[in-house]
């Protein structure tokens, strides 16, 4: 589909703004329902986020437990995709299911209208009865504030920027971050350089035998307790657990795995501990998570201080026709999961339809019809 022209307003019941694997689940169900949709993708190809990951990254869960509904990701029970195998996959499940999407289109704004929502782009604008927003959280990597750091004259980057070990070598490297993002960089920097992995508290780690089925289903039980009404049954969320996949395993076996606690303040050629001891540090990697990237949304006015949006499960309170889908915990439990994401994109999906067909049948003319009749 060609994109619009740059003075034109197209209309369409329901456009969804991003098109990674958030907005390729929700994608499906609109297809199955019959909504007349659009994707509006910021990225010259198809794969989403997984396209700026880092190479070597592979899946804590299997093929089968990491695929979006109606299409098995190749590979079945045992094999644990690589970062190209998922942008393969991606790029494929886009094609099989004929997804409409426009790229490269960068949103710039959503305002509400009496009605709908008007997207505006670099391409043009929308008049759409529905968006959903599925933009992820990639282009918001989130950096802690540390005392001293606009002092510190080595390089820093975020594991969004992350690249590979290749560049490192024999450099002193900071990896800072407990999560399975943090021990995966590690377990790889820290076979070709002098690596030391700081983390807020000891790293949690799931049993050798375990690997990420184990975290959806967790995600699985705390929705299920909430649908009956039952406390949480993890209120840690779950998902605060180092898998051991291969690298991390190795970087065990080597005696490598091993983490020390934050420092105190960054000085010009590295980093102060608590104890007023220093190291020179010539790389600092941060892998300390992201935040939602819904700037396009701020002039809807609805966002909290903390960066996101209240919803009642996928809906923006605030905005009856506005939907995010695959931002986190707050939008869906494992719902930033290639297969959490299915149970957040149907319900999303059911959400729109109905509320289409609500607004349909509120028009002026089938109003005037029921009174004729």
């Given at each position: 589909?060609?994109?619009p ?5 197209r ?27 659009v ?13 700026r990951?880092?190479?070597s990254?592979q ?22 995709p690589?970062r ?11 094609a099989r ?8 289109v ?7 209208q009496?009605?709908?929502l008007?997207?505006?782009?670099d391409?043009g ?12 959280s990639?282009?918001s ?21 992350y690249?590979?070990?290749?560049e490192l ?8 971050g407990?999560?399975n ?5 590690y377990?790889?920097?820290?076979r070709?350089?002098e ?10 780690y ?6 990420g ?8 039980a ?17 998902l605060?657990?180092i ?16 983490a ?6 960054f000085?010009?050629?590295?980093v102060?501990?608590?104890?007023g ?6 790389v600092?990697?941060w892998?300390t998570?992201?935040r939602?990237?819904?700037a ?13 949006i209240?919803v009642s499960g996928?809906?923006?309170a605030a905005?009856p ?21 299915t149970r ?20 002026p ?9």
């Amino acid at each position: 589909m060609s994109a619009p022209d740059a003075g034109s307003l197209r209309s369409v019941d329901t456009l969804i703004i991003g098109g990674g694997q958030s907005a390729l689940a929700t994608a499906y169900f609109l297809r199955r329902w019959q909504v007349d949709y659009v994707v509006l993708d910021d990225q010259a190809s198809s794969g989403g986020a997984w396209q700026r990951a880092w190479p070597s990254l592979q899946l804590f869960s299997p093929a089968q437990w990491s695929s979006l509904p109606g299409w098995p990701m190749p590979g079945g029970e045992r094999h644990y995709p690589t970062r190209d195998e998922v942008v393969t996959y991606l790029r494929a499940y886009e094609a099989r299911y004929g997804v409409p999407v426009q790229r490269p289109v960068k949103v710039t704004a959503v305002l509400a209208q009496s009605d709908g929502l008007r997207v505006q782009t670099d391409s043009g604008d929308w008049l759409a009865r529905t968006v959903v927003s599925a933009t992820g959280s990639w282009r918001s990597p989130y950096v802690p504030a540390y005392e001293g750091h606009t002092s510190f004259r080595g390089r820093q980057m975020h594991s969004a920027d992350y690249r590979g070990a290749h560049e490192l070598h024999g450099l002193r490297v900071l990896v800072v971050g407990g999560g399975n993002s943090g021990a995966q960089i590690y377990a790889e920097v820290s076979r070709v350089s002098e690596a030391t992995w700081v983390t807020l508290t000891p790293p949690s780690y799931l049993p050798d035998d375990v690997d990420g089925r184990v975290l959806f289903e967790r995600a699985t039980a705390r929705w299920q307790a909430a649908q009956r009404g039952l406390p949480d049954p993890y209120p840690d969320n779950g998902l605060g657990h180092i898998v051991m996949v291969p690298s991390v395993l190795a970087a065990r076996a080597r005696g490598d795995l091993h983490a020390v606690r934050p420092f105190a303040r960054f000085v010009e050629d590295g980093v102060m501990w608590p104890d007023g001891t220093q190291s020179r540090v010539d790389v600092v990697i941060w892998c300390t998570g992201f935040r939602p990237a819904l700037a396009h949304l701020d002039a809807l006015r609805i966002t909290d201080a903390d960066g996101r949006i209240r919803v009642s499960g996928t809906r923006a309170a605030a905005q009856p026709r506005l939907w995010l889908v695959g931002y986190g915990e707050w939008t869906g439990y494992a719902s930033a999961t290639l297969i959490g994401v299915t149970r957040s994109a149907r319900a999303t999906a059911q959400e729109v339809v109905a509320f289409l067909g609500e607004r349909e049948a509120e028009t002026p003319q089938n109003r005037e019809g029921g009174e004729a009749g």
